[in-house]
DNA sequence: GTCTATAGTATGATAGAC
DNA sequence: GTCTATCATACTATAGAC
């Protein structure tokens, strides 16, 4: 197998040391021993820790970023949009679940230019998100609540369910993302 | 000042940095520069880093245990059972946000005795939460939807309030516990 | 592509002076 | 109660043999 099949190995068994340690807890023996390769070893297939860091972060980050880039620019209504953005976050999280540990918990372990890059990519998605839900408002799709709360509350369930989805036995992801909806934007009473 | 106070100084000091960084990447030197003197003279105080962590999550953990104790044995129907649950999480978030960041993220970095200690309170917690939701679709209170989605999407949002409250400028605890009433229980649209 | 050996630095914690 | 000095260990990463 070509070496970028090895790399990959690497930074898989990686995103699932940093998501029961962390980052700064894992060392670079952790993940030889994970490998069943010495630490020494590593380095012929990667350049450093931060490099598999930035790699799991970034590639993820654009990919939601690509996402959100899609919704925002069709011309759907925003209820729509909205489980438009839920359905993105699942199929995120169904593909790479270990990975999402390290976007949500140790992005401020990234180093000066990818720290950057990835605050700014957040930030955007945090900032179309709330303009979905301010014009839904302004339509009358949306409720009239706090905009920021209505936010946060969506997006912290969206953000955390890595957490949650490797417990459940096999769920659907169609069933997934209907019940999803329903609990997310109808609410539970 | 009695060692005491001292004590809490450095624990409080702690919070802070650990929500920065997560437990494992803040030293002793860190935290000793944080406090304006040397990481030996920190050990005056305490006995060790771990003594930290500890002290930090498993008195707010026992605090959620003791609160949900009060609601559970309340004869309150469970849609008030809920709410109180939700003005429960506001409460202790807005008392102490910083170690919040470490019972949420650095629980496994606890030793042996004091992590089983907080596995079991974080268990009964949730089995606590999921009987309220569960009895409250069978009184016809809550929807039909799937008890674990609901539980999750509910816990996953409280428990990431201390990441979003500070963010929000001196917001009115009662506004934030009515409108966070709203948007959790009766959805955005 | 993996190994052993090791450089250079950082870590948690202790001993003992003031 | 804080300091300086230090111990023992662990860390990321490199050099060079196989």
Redesign the pocket.
Known sequence: ???EG?KQEIIQAAAILFKEKGYSA?????L?KAM??????L???I????EILSTIIIDLAEEFTYGMGQIVSSDEGAIRKLENIISLHIDVTLRNADGLASLNNDWMHLEEENLLYFEKMRQDYEENFRNIVTKGTVAGEVKPYNIEIMVFSTLSTLRTLYLWYPKQNNIDAAILKKDMISVLLKGVI
Do not use: L
């Not at 069943?36 to 070893?41: D, F, M, T």
């Not at 350049?47 to 931060?50: N, R, T, Y």
């Open positions: 197998m070509k070496p090895r894992v060392t670079m023996r952790d030889a069943g390769i010495k630490a020494a070893s380095y012929n297939h350049q450093s820790k931060q």
